[in-house]
C-alpha cells in the first residue's frame, strides 16, 4: 500500500512514586542534569514541582546541597 502509514500506540505508564522515592530521583536527576538525555524535560519538571510544594525554601536549599 503506498503512502499507508501504522502508527505504533502510545507506550502508558502509570506509577504511584512514594515520597521517598520521589525525593531520591529528584536528588538524582539534578545530580546528573548535564547528562540526561532529551526528552526527559517533563519528568523532571514534575518531580522538582513535587519537591517544591510540599518542602520550604529553606528545606530544598538544604535537600539540592
Given at each position: 500500500?503506498?503512502?499507508?502509514?501504522?502508527?505504533?500506540?502510545?507506550?502508558?505508564?502509570?506509577?504511584?512514586?512514594?515520597?521517598?522515592?520521589?525525593?531520591?530521583?529528584?536528588?538524582?536527576?539534578?545530580?546528573?542534569?548535564?547528562?540526561?538525555?532529551?526528552?526527559?524535560?517533563?519528568?523532571?519538571?514534575?518531580?522538582?514541582?513535587?519537591?517544591y510544594n510540599c518542602l520550604s525554601?529553606?528545606?530544598?536549599?538544604?535537600?539540592?546541597?
Amino acid at each position: 500500500m503506498i503512502g499507508y502509514k501504522v502508527e505504533k500506540p502510545e507506550i502508558k505508564l502509570t506509577y504511584n512514586f512514594t515520597s521517598d522515592e520521589i525525593k531520591i530521583l529528584s536528588k538524582f536527576l539534578r545530580s546528573k542534569e548535564n547528562e540526561l538525555p532529551e526528552g526527559l524535560e517533563s519528568l523532571t519538571k514534575a518531580l522538582e514541582e513535587s519537591i517544591y510544594n510540599c518542602l520550604s525554601l529553606d528545606e530544598i536549599k538544604d535537600f539540592y546541597s
